[in-house]
């Protein structure tokens, strides 16, 4: 590196605490490939004319400014233990060049200092580190070909090493616990630790994790106890003999099998064994379709006589109720486990076709349950586990949001174990066209966590990863991946053909054992089951099997998918009657007063902001007055539900203080930056839960209907920053909360806040688009309303708990109302006997008008409408005067509301009647409002 001036002063000092830690590596990307030490150019400096002599002032003061950062260097790595205390070549080269420096000093052309010894018995040390890095390369994780990949990095050669070298004994050895061990031995152990059918990739972790993989790796542990194994090998005949049945007995019948990825079963198994040891009480399941009937029935014991059941056509989803049902391979599922260690219970999420949009809600089913059995801190004893497709996790941007969620104080769940089925194909798509990283794990190195690379043909290191996965989960509450490197033994279903665009893999497949087989033929070798077993085993099985398809035919079995148990329990499915019926929403004088003295009151070691304290004052005098705005409504509302006993829940983007500066739910200190939330102290630990999320909708979303359906006794809310960006969450509204309860028979409470009006912000942050929501209502699925009130907001809130069951509720909310001078509502109407009103009257009745209507026979025309654009036909029409204009509104959409407007249609039979919306005519809800009427 040449040296001017101007360079030496721009030369970086040591970073105070940036020392590595024993046992890590440089930064990612800082070790380049063999052979890229860069070669003298031709034509430079030093092979043309020689420079004149340098001034020895400047000489000395450029060497030494240039050796500092070598000496740092040096230093440095001199405390990894793995270097033997020597510094060679090539490797100090590698690193050096990976902080920006090259080995030597030019000045004025001239090398005045090699720094680097050469000592080749260094380089076992890097050797051995090299194995931590680059050793999943090598490993042999691929089932079909059994091979290890080459590894430059790994060869003795990249260290200047020869095998003339491996009967030498080399001090490294220490440090992996084998002193003075030969370099064979040392290389013997290393590849063993990392380069088996059981890999590991964490060079990306923080030093304690870093640490926590080595012992776990480096370290010998023993294999597994003989009933263990014996136990895995019964799992596996159970796995492929169900796939065996089904192929032979529904010929065609789509099942999605998991053959190839078996191991997949016996790894669910020693996660309840091994969990239930140590304290978990629960595991919640997601999964794609891949596997998923093998896991439901030899998993969750799912009967298979339901299973054949619905392959025969069997059909009952409504058990008396309208409904349209799902495929077999979409079904959820719940039980108890008993196990040796007692009780745990396992819920299968469903899911629909959109492989990863499960993920965020199994989260969010996870954290409900956490809350239920007062897991909230540990995290320890509900353990979600998310079952992936290899191109699904890398190609899905889900995936990654709910990556992002899990270290969040609102979202985490103390980690989930990710298990990925790594077909190495997607559906026809073969890798190298479905991601751009080595690894489909790739997108999980974001969260400095380790990833599990296991080759799926041998059950015990699959159950090893398994273990690790629990274990590290467990010790650092952080999600742990497993890739579970298998294969398809079919196509993408059982009738696609995979050849036409796999044909080399699939030449491969064909001759290939199962993983009953392999796994059979060790334990037969090994003398733990004799070749009766090997044989007999799965014919017995089959025979086992078959007597619940002569059941399932005999006794005409049906499907049964909900009970209303558990938190469910005292809950109903509601009639068409019941959507209609009036609901005691009302709150008394005493309860409102002390959540309002909550709401406007802090600790006095606490210091609000002045503007904050201003807004304050101003909602104190609401309560004296008794007028109260949106923003104070909505809050009267969480206040007196969690005072109820009613957990509330409320999350999306920037939702504690509110998008447009209403809600102030939380308050930050301006001179220490706490936060302190007024409604938390109405209610016991979690009572009252508000969190800022992070920019996602999808996810967030996703998780917020997990929630909801796992625990209907809270109320969830999620808010959309601005209306339309629930669009970025389409999949959940149209697959899950729009559709869950017609297809699964899965209810929830689940409000959608969507701010919406046309305020002059642009075609992006005007319309929340209720006319998608509107094509979506069929048979009570759920309500839609676009409130005009502060009461008739809170009364539609208190609604959702109030009521004997469930159904989400998407609710068009206002922005320039927050602030609106007449869009504020009388104490009276949130006191005992008000209610929510399905349509409200105009406001000239009600003395929020200066205008005195004419009675209801001169009344010539009556404009129906909803939401903002009531107040902006409420202004026009006082001002001018017209006072034969009544203006009607609908509050609620959806369930419509016939017989509350007819009741107040009736009154002006004179009149004709126009419908007015502030959207264009192709939007808004004129196309829903117009048949009804």
Same mark, same amino acid.
């Given at each position: 590196?040449?040296? +001017?001036?101007?360079? #030496?002063?721009? $030369?970086? /000092? *040591? !970073? %105070? =605490? &940036? ?7 440089? @930064?990612?990307? +800082?070790?380049?490939? #063999?052979?890229? $030490?860069? /070669? *003298? !150019? %031709? =034509? &430079? ?7 004149? @002599? ?880």
């Amino acid at each position: 590196m040449s040296v +001017s001036e101007s360079d #030496s002063a721009s $030369v970086p /000092a *040591p !970073v %105070s =605490g &940036s020392v590595p830690a024993s046992g890590s590596v440089p @930064a990612s990307g +800082s070790v380049p490939a #063999s052979g890229s $030490v860069p /070669a *003298p !150019v %031709s =034509g &430079s400096a030093t092979d043309s004319v020689p420079a004149p @002599a340098p001034d020895l002032g400047f000489s000395a003061a450029a060497f030494v400014l240039a050796l500092l950062p070598r000496l740092y260097v040096a230093i440095a790595w001199a405390r990894e233990p793995v270097w033997d205390g020597h510094y060679y070549d090539f490797g100090a080269r590698r690193i050096a060049e990976g902080l920006g420096y090259s080995d030597d000093i030019v000045l004025g052309g001239r090398t005045v200092w090699h720094p680097w010894c050469h000592y080749p018995v260094g380089y076992s040390g890097f050797l051995g580190l090299v194995y931590r890095i680059f050793g999943h390369v090598k490993a042999t994780l691929d089932p079909l070909t059994w091979a290890s990949a080459p590894c430059a990095d790994l060869e003795l050669k990249t260290h200047g090493l020869s095998e003339t070298d491996l009967n030498a004994p080399f001090e490294v050895g220490s440090v992996i616990g084998l002193p003075r061990a030969k370099l064979k031995d040392i290389i013997a152990h290393m590849e063993k630790a990392y380069c088996g059918t059981l890999a590991v990739d964490f060079l990306d972790c923080p030093s304690e994790i870093q640490a926590w993989v080595r012992d776990k790796f480096e370290r010998e542990t023993g294999g597994l106890p003989e009933e263990t194994r014996k136990k895995v090998f019964s799992d596996l005949v159970r796995t492929e003999a169900i796939e065996k049945f089904i192929h032979t007995r529904f010929v065609g019948a789509k099942r999605f099998s998991v053959e190839g990825g078996d191991a997949i079963i016996p790894m669910l198994e020693h996660l309840v064994s091994i969990g239930s040891q140590r304290g978990m009480q629960e595991v919640v399941l997601g999964m794609a379709h891949r596997g998923r009937v093998n896991v439901l029935s030899t998993f969750m014991h799912k009967p298979l006589d339901l299973i054949f059941a619905e392959f025969e056509g069997a059909h009952d989803p409504n058990q008396g109720f309208v409904a349209d049902g799902d495929v077999k391979y979409h079904m959820g599922y719940s039980m108890d486990r008993e196990t040796a260690h007692g009780k745990v219970h396992v819920s299968l999420a469903f899911n629909p076709s959109h492989l990863e949009a499960v993920n965020p809600v199994v989260c969010g089913m996870a954290r409900a349950k956490q809350r239920i059995r007062k897991d909230n801190r540990d995290r320890r004893n509900v353990v979600p586990v998310l079952i992936h497709g290899d191109a699904a996790f890398i190609g899905q941007g889900v995936v990654a949001e709910t990556l992002q969620l899990s270290q969040l104080e609102g979202y985490t769940v103390g980690g989930t174990i990710h298990i990925v089925v790594n077909n190495q194909v997607g559906f026809t798509t073969s890798p190298q066209y479905s991601r751009s990283s080595r690894y489909c794990t790739d997108v999980a190195k974001a969260l400095n966590i380790p990833v599990f690379h296991v080759n799926g043909d041998d059950p015990e290191a699959c159950l090893r990863a398994l273990e690790l996965a629990y274990e590290f989960r467990q010790a650092f509450g952080k999600d742990a991946v497993i890739d579970l490197v298998c294969y398809r033994r079919f196509g993408h279903n059982e009738g696609d053909e995979p050849s036409f665009t796999q044909p080399l893999m699939y030449h491969l497949i064909k001759k290939h054992p199962t993983v009953r087989e392999i796994y059979g033929g060790k334990l037969r070798n090994e003398g733990l089951i004799t070749e009766a077993d090997l044989s007999g085993a799965l014919e017995k099985e089959l025979d086992r099997i078959q007597q619940f398809l002569d059941k399932a035919r005999k006794e005409n079995v049906k499907p049964k998918f909900f009970a209303f148990e558990g938190r469910w329990k005292g809950l109903r499915r509601p009639s068409s009657e019941d959507m209609f019926r009036r609901v005691d929403t009302a709150a008394p004088m005493d309860l409102l007063q002390k959540v309002g003295k909550a709401l406007t009151t802090w600790p006095s070691s606490f210091t609000p902001h002045a503007k904050l304290q201003k807004l304050l004052e101003g909602r104190a005098k609401m309560m004296e007055t008794g007028t109260v705005d949106w923003g104070m409504a909505e809050l009267l509302a969480y206040g007196a539900l969690v005072a109820e006993g009613t957990p509330v829940r409320l999350s999306g983007q920037d939702a504690g203080r509110g998008t447009f500066t209403h809600r102030h739910a939380v308050f930050h200190d301006c001179n220490t930056g706490a936060r302190y939330s007024p409604l938390a102290t109405l209610g016991g630990e979690g009572d009252f839960a508000v969190y800022d999320s992070m920019l996602s909708e999808f996810a967030v979303l996703g998780f917020e209907y997990g929630n909801a359906i796992t625990d209907p006794r809270a109320l969830t809310i999620w808010e959309a920053q601005f209306g339309d960006f629930a669009n970025g969450a389409q999949i959940m509204v149209d697959q899950f909360i729009s559709s869950g309860e017609s297809k699964w028979l899965r209810m929830s409470g689940l409000v959608l806040l969507l701010p919406h009006g046309y305020e002059g912000q642009g075609p992006e942050h005007s319309s929340a688009r209720p006319e998608r929501f509107l094509q979506m209502c069929a048979q009570d699925n759920w309500i839609v309303a676009n409130c005009t009130t502060p009461a008739n907001y809170f009364h539609i809130l208190r609604r959702q708990i109030h009521r004997t069951f469930r159904k989400p509720l998407v609710l068009m909310t206002p922005k320039s109302l927050l602030r609106h001078r007449l869009c504020i509502s009388d104490a009276d109407e949130f006191l005992t006997g008000s209610t929510f009103h399905r349509v409200l009257w105009d406001d000239a009745e009600k003395g929020h008008s200066e205008l005195t209507l004419r009675p209801d026979a001169e009344i010539r025309r009556v404009v129906l409408c909803s939401g903002k654009v009531y107040y902006d036909l409420l202004e026009a029409r006082d001002a001018r005067g017209l006072d034969d204009v009544y203006l009607m509104r609908l509050e609620q959409f959806y369930p419509f509301p016939a017989h509350s407007a007819v009741k107040e249609l009736e009154r002006f039979r004179a009149a004709d009647i126009v419908w007015c919306q502030e959207e264009p005519k192709n939007q808004g809800a004129w196309t829903f409002v117009e048949p009804n009427l």
